[in-house]
């Protein structure tokens, strides 16, 4: 780890993984872990799924083509989304960061056909880490080092629907960004009613709605994706993490007279919905239809309850939880970043997004016996910081 010539853009664990098996990793040293972040939400599958394999196998005699060129697996993995979503046409590329900054140049393409260039998006947000992404990630050590930033994008207090009317009233955008539940920000979720209310309040003054759905969408909140819990249909959708399994894609999908707006050569991407990340994806795809929604619904139960049992025995350190599906956020009494230490050194990955939540991001595959070993650990961690405190 320390005889290494990478960039330090990234606080990384002291551990060097090796390998791993469903919800399993091990180090290079051999020492066991359970993984409750499942690489921030991609690895939806696991480690080594049977699929996954599958996918890789099929992919060994074309890999790449570029975008000059028609395959099969592109064409079926948008045939898919398009089932799936109702007919939304899609655009490849290799991340949630680059699906959205499609998104935001597909709304300034937009925005040019009706005199309009604003954006919005919401507070404790988290769409990237590009120029334009970063724009509308309104977190000042973020922004503030790279300004000046991408001009007219501005930030709405989250879940205030009145803030957002007069946002829209005074900026007159041509789009608002939102993601149904704030990952980066402590798995935060929008108050229920928000979603409905702002996508009608943006529609009707002309304005086109992305829902960022790169952690919450591909099952992770127990549906598709996590707008349609208030029964909305956005102009965008952009996703990624999950739907490729642990290869690199990410996706912007739009209503058809949406998507028409770009031209050729308005975007691209080299490698984005290369055959052997289509192949992958159309793998996930069809997990998540014939068995995987089914499964999430039946653990995201088992979840809640483990954490509604965490909190009743450590009310002292515990002050809640928040999330659907397998999405949660821990929300402690304590720092959450030396929990987290603590769990790893125990043999169970999480993180802390923000000084007082742990996260937890599971493959989707997870059983009951992952989930109770996730429990005796956190339990063991918690006593730990309980002992500590009585202690002190």
Known sequence: MDKNH?????????????????????????KHYWDFLAGIGVNSLGYHHERIVSAFAKAQSLLHTSNLFWHNPGIELSNKMAELTGG????????????NEAGIKLMRRYGKSVGRSAILSLTNGFHGRTMGSLS????????????????????????NISALKEAIDRFHPCGVMMEPIQGEGGVVPLPRG????????????????????????IGRTGEWFGFQAEHIEPDIITVAKGLGGGMPIGGMLAK???????????????FG????ASHVALEVLDWLETEGLVHIGKMATVMENTLRSLQHEFPDLVAGYRGRGLMWGVLLKIPASPVATEALQRGLIVNAPKPDVIRLLPPLIINEEAVDAFFNIMRQVLQFFQEQREGA
């Open 6 to 30: 990478l960039i330090s853009v990234y606080g990384r664990y002291p551990v060097t993984l090796s390998h791993g098996q469903g919800a399993e990793v091990w180090d290079e040293n051999g």
């Open 88 to 99: 939304y046409l899609s655009l490849w590329v290799n991340s949630g960061t680059e699906a």
């Open 136 to 159: 509308a990630t309104f977190v000042p050590r973020y922004q503030e080092p790279f300004a000046p930033l991408v001009p007219d994008f501005y930030e709405v207090e989250a879940g």
């Open 194 to 217: 928000y979603l409905s209310q702002a996508w009608k309040m943006a529609t009707d003054a002309g304005c086109l709605v992305l829902i960022d759905e790169v952690q919450t969408g």
């Open 256 to 270: 058809e007279e949406v998507s028409r707006h770009f031209l050729p050569g308005d975007h691209g991407s080299t």
């Open 273 to 276: 919905g290369n055959p052997l």
